[in-house]
């Protein structure tokens, strides 16, 4: 699966990006998608995950309740949708694929890896 992502950018404390990650390929396998992040000397991180039939997404702790997951599955494509950004949100947002339904934290879980969007919040 090639993912394509997009909508990064610099934005003031307190606002909101909204990314998207355009997946093409083996789509017509049940795909479940995901978000991680990397800032600058720090491990690449879970951020949110969402299940094949868009009914099932996990988040970890630092966003829950500031961004979501979701996805327009005839146009192959996921979104995250950041509000109330915090500088500590600055890293490099990767999309994710996980050739299987269920979705999931975990990184080695995924299979193909979009290119990374930066996104950079001021404070």
């Known amino acids: 699966v090639q993912l394509q992502a997009s909508g990064g950018g610099l934005v003031q404390a307190g606002g909101s990006l909204r990314l998207s990650c355009v997946a093409s390929g083996r789509t017509f396998s049940p795909l479940s998608m995901g978000w991680f992040r990397q800032a600058p000397g720090k491990e690449r991180e879970f951020v949110a995950a969402?299940?094949?039939?868009?009914?099932?997404?996990i988040y970890a702790d630092s966003v829950k309740d500031r961004f979501t997951i979701s996805r327009d599955g005839p146009v192959n494509t996921v979104y995250l949708q950041m509000n109330s950004l915090k500088p500590d949100d600055t890293a490099v947002y990767y999309c994710?694929?996980?050739?299987?339904?269920?979705?999931?934290?975990?990184?080695?879980?995924?299979?193909?890896w979009g290119q990374g969007s930066q996104v950079t919040v001021s404070s």
């Open positions: 969402i299940n094949w039939s868009g009914d099932g997404t």
């Open positions: 994710a694929a996980d050739l299987n339904p269920i979705a999931t934290m975990i990184l080695d879980d995924y299979d193909d």
